[in-house]
Every structure is written in C-alpha cells, then in structure tokens.
C-alpha cells in the first residue's frame, strides 16, 4: 500500500528540462497554501480575540498587508521546492525590481508609516491635529493614507509619511484638555484688576469653558498706549475652539463696555517735514 501510495505522488504530470511536476508536487503546493491561509487566519482570530476593540480596526488593516507579504514569500517557497531556480530569476529581475522599488518608494514608506502608526498608536480615530496650519479631525487611518476633516468640511488626505517625517500637533493623543489663549490691550491707567475679573467672568460664564482646571489672567507686557493681558481657559473640545473663542470675545467686548473699559487704539506717530531750500 505504501509503495503503490509513493508511486501515485511521484507520477510525472510534467516533465521539463528543469522542472518535473508530480502528484507529489501538486500536493504540496495545495497544502502548503491551505496551510498558510488557514493559519493566518488563526494568527489574526488569536491576536484580534486578545486585543481591545480600538486596536481590533488598526490591526486588521495591518494584517492585509502581512497577507501580502507573506504570500509573496510562499511564492518563491514554492517555486525552490519544486525546482524552479531562484537566484537566476531574481538576478534576471534585479533592474526590475530596483526600478519599480524607487517608482514605488513613496507608496513603500507610507504603508510602513501607516503600520507604524497602527501599531504605536500615536494617532487615533478622533485626534484632532494640526497640520499645514488647519485644525483637522481624523476620520480614518487607513494603510497608505489618512483621512481628516477640517472645521471647514473639507476632507483632506494626508500620506501616512507625514506622521513621521513632519512634525504633527496632536492635540487630543493623551488628553482631549486643551488649554486655549485670547489675547486683550486696554489703555494704560485702567485698573488692571477691574481688567482681570470682566476677563475670569468672560471666561467663567461661557458654557463650554472648563472649570477645573480654572481660567487664568496673565499681565503680559506693558507697551506705549496700552497694557496687554492673556486670557488662558480650558476646554474638552479643541476642534470647535474658534466657536468658543469667538463668544468669549463678544463677552469681553458687552462687559468691557459695562465697565467703562476701553480698547486702545494704535498711536500714529507723525514725522514733521523738513523744509527744502530752493
């Protein structure tokens, strides 16, 4: 039974110069690729089962290109068993390859960026950054690309090799808190103080405002005409901060005027003419 079972599998169904296919061969080409699809399957069950359900989408995409690669190496796997010379196929192919390796060096170094970033998670669904000066929200990281959103509604795409060349503002990786500025000169003489409590107000009363951690009032600078102030609050929501900060600013102008506190106004310093001589 054993021979008559070794004869089947080594029946020539081609005979080459070079290359002899068997039942055998066929047989382990069939097997050795059931076996990879099935154990990356396994693989990616048992790994996504362990992990949590925000690395879940992040994973599956880097398992695509896992597939992808290890297909290709099966591929020269199976070649070699059965004969096929490798090293004269890859000699004859080099130029190819180079070719097409620096045509595709872009595309190469965003699906490794976007692993990366899948991996490290240094970027996530709902991060709101800052990028080619835009506030933006991501929508979605896929492979070679990122999707974002900016408060304008336009969708931009965003090469996953931007993350690791440039220098991004993520405003949200560790904490959605964020603390925001509004920048306020009034005339030199006004009571700083009356200044500080209309900005704590302003701030306070403002519904999106945070208020642990409190609002702040820094005295910035002294200048010609006027006297310059920072006003720090804290928010949750960084993406609608032009909203927020633009109410604030309409507060501080209504109780600036309640108050009897004025905005300064540029001072225009006027050279006189020199008289000419005929």
Known sequence: MGELLSQLLEYEIYAGKSITVTIGTVFFVVFTLVLTRY??????KTVLKIS??????RL???FNFVNYFVYVIMFFFILNAI???INMFLTTSAALFVGLGL???KIFQDLIAGIYIMMDKTLSVGDVIHINDEVARIKIIKLRSTIAETRNRKIIVIPNRKF???I?????QDDEVIRARIDVGVYIGTDVESVRKVLLNCAAINPDVMKDPHPLVFLDQFGESSIRFILYYFIDNSFDNDRIASAIRFEIDKQFKENGIQLPV???RVQPLEHQGF
């Not at 949590?52 to 989408?57: K, L, P």
């Open 39 to 44: 154990g990356l399957r396994f693989l990616k």
């Open 52 to 57: 949590s359900i925000e690395d879940s989408g």
């Open 60 to 62: 599956r995409s880097a």
């Open 83 to 85: 004969g096929v010379n």
């Open 103 to 105: 045509a595709l060096q």
């Open 164 to 166: 690791i060349d440039d």
């Open 168 to 172: 991004i503002n993520n405003w949200t």
């Open 266 to 268: 540029p001072v225009l």
